[in-house]
Nanobody
Framework: QVQLVESGGGLVQAGASLRLSCAASGRTISRYAMGWFRQAPGKEREFVAA????????NYADSVKGRFTISRDNAKNTVYLQMNSLKPEDTAVYYC????????????????WGQGTQVTVSS
């Protein structure tokens, strides 16, 4: 089982940028698909972005396309989410997740989850 710890969240104004990090331990994530999800108060957890183990295949929610970028550094066993042009509607707890199959196949494949990091965007 891989353990995941998110960091980098905070309170920012609309239009600002943040970079979230997800540090993995216990196993190397080089063969895992990695994803970011978020959950706003009173809402269900939703998909944000994912990257297959090869790094060449990515997928983004329509609401973040062109603003967010997922990346990975296998040498550091870390995944990142660069978030630009943040909007108040991006406010949520952001979770990192890992799928051992290595391909992007939906939320059900992500068996390991971090505890989340809060992102708050003020208008």
């Amino acid at each position: 089982q891989v353990q995941l710890v998110e960091s980098g969240g905070g309170l920012v104004q609309a239009g600002a940028s943040l970079r979230l990090s997800c540090a993995a331990s216990g196993r190397t994530i080089s063969r895992y698909a990695m994803g970011w999800f978020r959950q706003a108060p009173g809402k269900e957890r939703e998909f944000v972005a994912a990257m297959a183990w090869t790094g060449g295949s990515t997928n983004y929610a329509d609401s973040v396309k062109g603003r967010f970028t997922i990346s990975r550094d296998n040498a550091k066993n870390t995944v990142y989410l660069q978030m630009n042009s943040l909007k108040p509607e991006d406010t949520a707890v952001y979770y990192c997740a890992a799928d051992p199959l290595g391909v992007i196949r939906g939320i059900s494949g992500f068996g390991s989850w971090g505890q989340g990091t809060q992102v708050t965007v003020s208008s």
